[in-house]
């Protein structure tokens, strides 16, 4: 009788497994008294309670609320080992079925732990009336101990759902979940890791007031937007000085809310100290060898082939707070405390390829910067900045365009440009005349505005024909350019070298403040706060793009702590410098949203034409273009999978129309987190769902395929400073001077001279070692480590099958192209195939991988 009892009770249980990571890191000092702590109060009472939130039925005493069940407790919490891997912990709990509560669609837990954990998941089984085998409720998610969250947090199942299509008991908990993400919009207090509060800020926590003199970006300055930018999390920090924000101190931590910071299963623990351990501990360790200067090319390759030896101080004072296992990941350091870099691939099979008229312009199709190169399509070349007409002439590239005219080169779309003039000279004079803060008295800027013409020759690569380099106009120099061209020996080929390094440093500075920090970070922060402040996590456009946006925030926070700050690693050794920021804000008055948009963007440079014969409608102006071949596979195998998503919660216009949450999110995107581009009539109106699947396709690619080019190949390319200058310190030598006859006896040296110093070069090269690696828990685009965490419609789940195959046939493709030799930008005379858009990798540096987001 007794046993038909227990039986009976058990029937109307509900089985839960919760699985979840305690607090517990090699930085928390805590570990020994929060197990006491968690003793203590397992013994007062039941230290994590979880109670059902109804989809089906009302709590009448609750107003508009599901009705909410009997707590239940996770069970064996302080006998409990690791039962999944050595951090995650699988705790079983039982739930009285009741049938007056419903079925679940939601639950609210407890944590009454003096500590936090990091809840990963619920899953229930035998649930009646559902007709289902289990309800899955992904978390993902800090839950703090109740003394901080008094009312608990409440956490949805798997299930995607239009705000008109919430099921009425849910309703009142996904408005108050959204209200409490969004914080009271005050903002007269500093936010702390345990709030979850996403709000806007303008960037005026870059400097130090005291010490620097930098501009605030974002917003309006006496009514006038004279230095626009994106918008990135706000951190509540006191002000200092009127409106500038008040400086995170060395080992400090910028706030972001805690679901933004890096997982406690990422292997991010160097990422996060890496760029302060370049600036504050080993910069310490360069001086003394820092003070000489590079003499030859060889003593660069020494760096890799030699190194040199550190203190064990250093390295001790390096390891209290970087383990060192994590920093031999990076800097090669043996037994014998000898530092190392990785072999750069450039370098890896051939060490002179790079000084090649061929790799110099295979690497605009297929380097570390693909994104500028235009077709050229007017000549003479103008500027439209200052009106001024590019000196290269017909005459100057005539006899090389292969029998053709220049006409005749430009109406076969034979004649490309690389130009940075227009980028490059307003800010010249400022460059050319000041040191940066943190720089060497000895270390000035020598600058140009350079544009090099280029011809496609027959074989499909390109050939540089000129080089212009030139000076904003002054008392003392006309600014008239002057004009390189190609050379192959004798002295003549040492000028052209330098051109080419002049060339590049704009490239560099170019790619790292415009392509990859501006165009993909920053400009990306405020889709991150937009979608967490107006979408619910059970929209189906959160599901979609949430998955894009992990550890951007963190990684954004920790560069505008410690990379492109006042003083920080990006002003001490790229050529704008001080004005790093500046120049950035300046040309993000041309950024479009819509631009960014694969196929509009090639069109926009003449690097395609329109041609619905042709594979994805494009014809590509240059076949053998790695960039481009791989980015529009990518590109529209994201489009497909993101129409097929959306296609199946909008069948029609009008559904986006009255979604209230898409439609405040898109509103507050453009009008606050954009805010200064608010007035360019042509952001999407959000009307229609061809706008919202073009939308989602830009913000899907910048975060993944877009990012990907411009950022994995930064130390492969840019690893060996001769390949990748970021700095110049002395002008082209003119004949009849003193430094003519100085680069007529040694023009090697001179050259080392005249980009970056040694200190520079260190600086930078591991700071790019650190920028180009992949963590162990990456996850890759067409990846998702469980499709139950993310939803449960079936044709959502069959559509991202059908993506995931795409993405394996893009592989096998670019497999196959890499092989073929009569594809020469893909490999180039360094044999380096083209796998920056090759979409899975391996963890570090390895110079391919499409992560689904701006993680690193």
Same mark, same amino acid.
């Given at each position: 009788m007794l046993s038909s009892f227990l039986g009976s009770k058990k029937e109307k249980q509900i089985q839960g497994t919760v699985v979840l990571v305690k607090k517990k890191n090699s930085f928390d000092f805590t570990d020994i008294s929060s197990s006491l702590f968690d003793r203590a109060s397992e013994c007062l009472g039941r230290g994590v309670s979880i109670q059902l939130l109804s989809a089906s039925k009302f709590d009448q005493e609750r107003g508009a609320k599901g009705k909410i069940g009997k707590?239940?407790?996770?069970?064996?919490?302080?006998?409990?080992?690791?039962?999944?891997?050595?951090? +995650?912990?699988?705790? $079983?709990?039982?739930?009285? *079925? #009741?049938? #007056?509560?419903?079925?679940?669609?939601?639950?609210?837990? $407890?944590? %009454?732990?003096?500590?936090?954990f990091f809840l990963i998941s619920l899953t229930l089984k035998n649930v009646p009336l559902i007709g289902e085998s289990e309800i899955h409720f992904p978390?993902?998610?800090?839950?703090?101990?109740?003394?901080?969250?008094?009312?608990?947090?409440?956490?949805?199942r798997n299930k995607a759902y239009l705000p008109d299509k919430t099921p009425d008991p849910l309703r009142r908990y996904r408005e108050e979940e959204l209200s409490k993400l969004r914080g009271d919009g005050i903002g007269n207090r500093e936010l702390q890791e345990r709030d979850k509060v996403y709000d806007y800020d303008i960037y005026n926590d870059l400097n130090?007031?005291? +010490?620097?003199?930098?501009?605030?970006?974002?917003?309006?300055?006496?009514?006038?937007? $004279?230095?626009?930018?994106?918008?990135?999390? @706000?951190?509540?920090?006191?002000?200092?000085?009127?409106? =500038? #924000?008040? @400086?995170v101190k060395f080992l400090g931590s910028n706030y972001v809310p805690r679901d933004e910071?890096?997982?406690?299963?990422?292997?991010?623990?160097?990422?996060?100290?890496?760029?302060?351990?370049?600036?504050?501990?080993? %910069?310490? !360790?360069?001086?003394? @060898? &820092?003070?000489?200067e590079f003499n030859r090319f060889d003593e660069v390759l020494d760096l890799y082939e030699g190194g040199f030896k550190l203190p064990k101080a250093l390295l001790m004072a390096v390891s209290s707070f970087v383990p060192l296992q994590k920093l031999k990941e990076v800097f090669r350091i043996d037994g014998e405390e000898l530092l190392r870099f990785q072999k750069p691939r450039v370098i890896r099979d051939n060490k002179n390829a790079w000084k090649k008229d061929e790799e110099f312009a295979r690497e605009m199709l297929a380097?570390?910067?693909?994104? %500028?190169?235009?077709? &050229?399509?007017? *000549?003479?070349? %103008?500027?439209?900045v200052d009106d001024t007409i590019c000196k290269i002439s017909d005459d100057d590239i005539q006899k090389n365009l292969e029998g053709l005219s220049v006409k005749e080169a430009i109406e076969h779309k034979k004649l490309f440009i690389l130009d940075y =003039?227009?980028?490059?000279?307003?800010?010249?004079?400022?460059?050319?005349?000041?040191?940066?803060?943190?720089?060497?008295?000895?270390?000035?800027?020598?600058? =140009? !505005?350079?544009?090099?013409?280029?011809?496609? $020759?027959?074989?499909?690569?390109?050939?540089? &024909?000129?080089?212009?380099?030139? &000076?904003?106009?002054?008392?003392?120099?006309?600014?008239?350019?002057?004009?390189?061209?190609?050379?192959? +020996?004798?002295? #003549?080929?040492?000028? *052209?070298?330098?051109?080419k390094a002049y060339v590049v440093v704009n490239d560099s500075n170019y790619h790292q403040l415009i392509s990859h920090w501006l165009q993909t970070h920053a400009v990306v922060e405020p889709f991150v706060i937009a979608t967490n402040r107006q979408l619910s996590v059970i929209h189906p456009i959160y599901k979609l793009l949430a998955p894009h946006f992990s550890d951007t925030m963190k990684i954004n926070a920790l560069a505008r702590q410690s990379l492109v700050n006042a003083n920080g690693i990006i002003e001490s050794t790229f050529l704008a410098g001080r004005y790093s920021m500046e120049f950035s804000s300046q040309l993000y008055k041309d950024w479009v949203f819509t631009d960014q948009a694969l196929p509009v963007d090639l069109l926009k440079r003449g690097m395609a034409t329109e041609d619905s014969t042709s594979p994805h409608g494009l014809n590509l102006t240059i076949k053998d273009y790695p960039y481009a071949v791989d980015g529009l596979d990518i590109w529209f195998a994201i489009k497909t999978w993101v129409q097929e998503y959306c296609s199946f919660y909008y069948e029609e216009d009008e559904t986006v129309q009255q979604d209230n949450e898409l439609q405040s999110w898109w509103k507050e995107l453009v009008q606050v987190g954009h805010g200064d581009k608010k007035d360019d009539q042509r952001w999407p109106k959000m009307k229609n769902r061809e706008e919202l699947i073009e939308s989602c396709t830009i913000i899907i *690619?910048?975060?993944?395929g877009l990012h990907a080019a411009v950022n994995f190949g930064q130390y492969p390319f840019g690893g060996y400073i001769l390949n990748r200058p970021t700095f110049t310190r002395r002008y082209m030598p003119q004949k009849g001077t003193a430094e003519y006859e100085e680069f007529k006896d040694d023009p090697e040296k001179t050259f080392l001279k005249?980009?970056?110093?040694?200190?520079?070069?260190?600086?930078?090269?591991?700071?790019? !070692?650190?920028?180009?690696?992949?963590?162990?828990?990456?996850?890759?685009?067409?990846?998702?480590?469980?499709?139950s965490d993310w939803i449960s419609d079936k044709e959502p789940l069959e559509a991202f099958g059908r993506f995931k195959e795409r993405i394996r046939k893009i592989e096998e493709r670019i497999e196959r192209d890499n092989q073929d030799p009569e594809l020469k930008n893909r490999h180039g005379l360094i044999n380096m195939p083209y796998t920056l858009l090759y979409p899975n990798s391996e963890p570090g540096l390895t110079g391919k991988g499409i992560p689904n987001s701006i993680s690193i």
């Open positions: 707590p239940a407790y996770l069970e064996s919490w302080i006998t409990k080992t690791p039962n999944l891997t050595a951090e +995650k912990f699988e705790f $079983k709990v039982h739930f009285e *079925w #009741e049938e #007056e509560v419903g079925i679940p669609g939601a639950f609210l837990i $407890k944590n %009454k732990h003096p500590n936090e978390c993902n998610s800090w839950v703090y101990p109740t003394n901080r969250y008094e009312d608990g947090r409440i956490f949805f130090n007031p005291k +010490k620097h003199d930098r501009p605030i970006l974002g917003g309006t300055i006496g009514g006038e937007i $004279k230095y626009p930018y994106p918008r990135r999390g @706000r951190t509540g920090r006191p002000l200092v000085k009127s409106d =500038y #924000e008040s @400086r910071e890096f997982s406690p299963l990422k292997n991010a623990d160097f990422v996060t100290f890496g760029f302060k351990s370049v600036t504050k501990v080993l %910069k310490p !360790a360069f001086k003394a @060898r &820092l003070c000489e380097g570390v910067n693909p994104v %500028k190169i235009c077709c &050229l399509q007017d *000549w003479p070349i %103008k500027s439209t =003039y227009d980028d490059f000279i307003p800010f010249l004079r400022l460059i050319n005349t000041t040191a940066a803060d943190g720089m060497s008295s000895k270390v000035h800027p020598r600058a =140009y !505005a350079t544009r090099t013409v280029l011809l496609l $020759k027959n074989d499909g690569t390109l050939k540089p &024909l000129a080089i212009e380099l030139s &000076l904003p106009q002054e008392a003392h120099f006309d600014g008239t350019p002057q004009v390189y061209f190609p050379a192959e +020996k004798g002295l #003549e080929e040492w000028i *052209w070298m330098l051109a *690619w910048i975060t993944s005249t980009i970056n110093s040694k200190e520079q070069a260190i600086k930078v090269t591991a700071v790019l !070692a650190i920028l180009s690696r992949h963590s162990s828990t990456e996850e890759y685009l067409g990846q998702a480590a469980d499709l």
